[in-house]
């Protein structure tokens, strides 16, 4: 495996500055400033990789219930190794859920329950957490309620960065082999994602293929009128590399990800592949009729950010009308030329391609990427049709309207690199995550206001509610800051305001960085609701 030598010295030029915070508590967003965009180094596939646009896109299949009885659907995923032709010609092991990657997707009506059984016939221990859902502690898959994988020797288990020095947590539930995560689905309609979030892996175990897509619809949205049926499609959007054998690079320090968790030194900000997926194709392409069509899109990257935009072969830019956010519908549609997304942001989207001559190509193409990963899928436009469709101006009118005079209290969190342990860690507020030390309590139905800051990029995941953002460095949010979220962007050196209402369950549930390296290197935080 080779750095591509620019983004080696990119990295190398964070190390340093990582390396000289500690030194001399100067900020890395100085050091970054020359390329704030990228928080992370590339890895360099060692195969050859396909031309762009030849691919056809995959829509993963829609799982089955095993049973629809008693107003509750059960649902059962095997998590196994599998491995499928992600390049062509080439075979890449995996980690699945039901042998596909993406796993299958779950397609379930707001206010019906569903309940997931997953077996774990993996060679590690495994955690699932529906991101965005509206869970109950029990099912949130936090990340020390593994699920045991059968004959797993507590004694050749390391519990991390915590047990190494001496902590442990007495509140985490362990199961052997199989677990029932139940999902009140009791939340607005939207696009959500089911992923592995077990204690200090989460990031190479979401590397390895364990993503899926979660849609709940209900009856007010299927009225709309939106795109829908074939023209309606989700994209998770995902880099890898690939090593000379055709499986998936990452710099672990432990390839099996049973003992040692972390990354090798030049990633510590976050792994980067070079070669972009959608849906598990690489930069593929989709035939569509000269129509509207609703595009689902999560960033299930770890650490990419990508600025999208949809050109067509005569370099116009087709507008991205988005009519949806993390946490469902907005108020009315927004339009933008250039839609930024970070890791585990969504955006719901609606492009028109009946203007686009019949023949010919839409690229969608990322803004910050350079060389290949500038490249993401495109669109071939195929054929004249009829479109009954619409984008009504009002989509929603049931979006919280929380005002900063609703809050009891203000809380603020900076979101830095630091000291953990012995080494590098990603830290908030000063401190590296511990399961048994309670960072924020808070009341049920109390409305907060909370002030993030950054140091370099760092999208910031809240579990159980939706947010509205307030500001963005004292001034007002983004165009795409709108509607509700639960990934909030925070670019480098910036102080965000969000405000939400603690509504749902009381529990343990946490807060942290989805940069997926650097939660997993300790900016994560409990939010304990009494
Ligand atoms: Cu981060």
Known sequence: MRERGLTRRRMLGIGGALGLMAATGLSATAALARRPSITGAELRSAVPLPPPFHVPLPIPSVLAPVSTSGGVDRYQITQREASAEILPGVRTPLWTYEGTFPGPTIESR????????????????????????????????????????????????????????????????????????????????????????????????IWRGLAGLHIIHDDAEDALGLPAGPRELPLMIADRAFAADGGLAYPALDPTLRVRPGVREPYLAGVLGDVILVNGAPWPVHEVDAARYRLRILNASNARHYELEAVTDDGRRLDLVQIGADQGLLAAPVTHQLLPIAPAERYDVIIDFSGVPVGSRVRVVNQLGSGRTRDVMAFRVARRATDDSRIPSTLSTDLPEWRRSDAVRVREFSFRAGQMHAGHGWLIGGLPFDPARTDVTTRLGDVEVWRFVADVHHPVHLHL??????????????????????????????????????????????????????????????????
Not at 136 to 148: I, M, Q, R
Not at 468 to 479: H, N, T
Not at 494 to 508: H, Q, S
């Open 110 to 205: 707001r206010g019906r329950p569903v309940t997931v059984t997953h077996r774990n016939e993996l060679p590690v221990p495994t955690v699932v957490h529906l991101h965005g859902g509206r869970t109950p502690a029990a099912s949130d898959g936090y990340p020390t309620d593994l699920v045991l994988p059968e004959g797993w020797q507590e004694h050749s288990m390391h519990m991390g960065h915590g047990s190494e020095h001496g902590m442990h947590d007495p509140r985490a539930v362990v199961t052997e082999l199989t677990r029932d995560y139940t999902f009140p689905m009791d939340q607005r309609p939207t696009l959500l994602w089911y992923h592995d979030h077990r204690m200090d892996f989460t990031a190479p175990a």
């Open 465 to 530: 509610v939706g947010f509205r953002v307030l500001s963005r460095s004292g001034r007002a949010p983004l165009a795409h800051d709108a509607g509700l979220k639960d990934t909030i962007s925070l670019r480098p050196g910036e102080a965000v305001e969000i405000i939400t209402r603690f509504d749902g369950y009381r529990g343990r549930y946490l807060f942290h960085c989805h940069n997926a390296e650097h939660e997993d290197m300790g900016m994560m935080a409990n939010l304990e609701i009494i």
